[in-house]
């Protein structure tokens, strides 16, 4: 698509515009997503107009803008989420029923654990994470699987840059870091106390398609439960969740 006279595509506009909605921000005005964007007024006025006209986005009575349905249809069809998450839904309601507490399921993508999917029970312990959020790879039990089986570049460049820390338990020293990975791929576990929330555990195996780690399974308990249980159904779960993956696609 031409470029502005920024040297930006309308292509990189457009993604601007719809990365300023969340889960917090659903609904904006024009004039907000300008901002946000760091676009000039009239040109997010006359993309989001176009994107409205395209179903990308809707616009309400008052003018305001949100995300459109036709944006999740597209998003839908033949996406790699897709299929990954059809295939792990049945064993995460298995899950859910036995555990009752929150379960995920997490992609790697650019550099942050992105869920894909969340169960959850109204009587569970705290839990930050939502559909279509991200956690940092350090921090979560999730993203430290991630991490651990990624390809050595992105694990080296993730332990050179700083590590905040999201509680006092987050892991921010690389030097240890680089041991608890290791452990992870030895063991293909990891127990995360008090990691993203002081009162939650975070337990995640990986998910592998064809022998590679594509995915990641996770448990948020309360911090002092026992996790053997659920390290149990997380590992059986993730296996017949690879088992269905590694099947010809219909």
């Not at 901002?35 to 009239?42: D, E, K, Y």
């Not at 003018?63 to 295939?87: F, I, K, P, T, Y």
């Not at 332990?159 to 030895?186: H, N």
């Amino acid at each position: 698509m031409a470029n502005s006279s920024s040297g930006e595509s309308v292509a990189e506009r457009i993604a601007r515009i719809l990365e300023t909605f969340d889960a917090e921000r659903s609904v904006q005005t024009p004039s907000e997503i300008a901002r946000r964007a760091g676009l000039p007024s009239s040109t997010a006025h006359r993309l989001v107009t176009e994107l409205v006209g395209t179903g990308l986005l809707d616009r309400d009575a008052d003018g305001r803008v949100r995300l459109g349905m036709h944006l999740w249809e597209v998003a839908q069809r033949g996406s790699r989420a897709l299929r990954l998450r059809e295939a792990a839904l049945p064993f995460m309601e298995l899950v859910h029923a036995r555990v009752r507490e929150h379960i995920q399921l997490a992609v790697l993508e650019q550099g942050e654990a992105l869920f894909l999917e969340r169960l959850s029970d109204a009587r569970a312990v705290s839990n930050i994470t939502r559909i279509a959020g991200r956690l940092p790879l350090h921090a979560s039990s999730s993203g430290l699987v991630l991490l651990a089986f990624a390809d050595d570049e992105l694990r080296e460049r993730v332990l050179a840059r700083p590590l905040p820390a999201v509680t006092a338990d987050t892991v921010t020293d690389p030097g240890r870091l680089r041991e608890l990975l290791a452990r992870i791929r030895q063991e293909g576990i990891v127990v995360a106390r008090g990691f993203v929330e002081p009162v939650s555990t975070g337990v995640a195996v990986p998910i592998r398609q064809r022998g590679r780690v594509i995915a990641a399974l996770s448990v948020v308990l309360p911090r002092e439960s026992p996790t053997a249980g659920a390290v149990e159904e997380l590992r059986r779960a993730a296996a017949g969740i690879s088992r269905r993956l590694d099947e010809p696609a219909e």
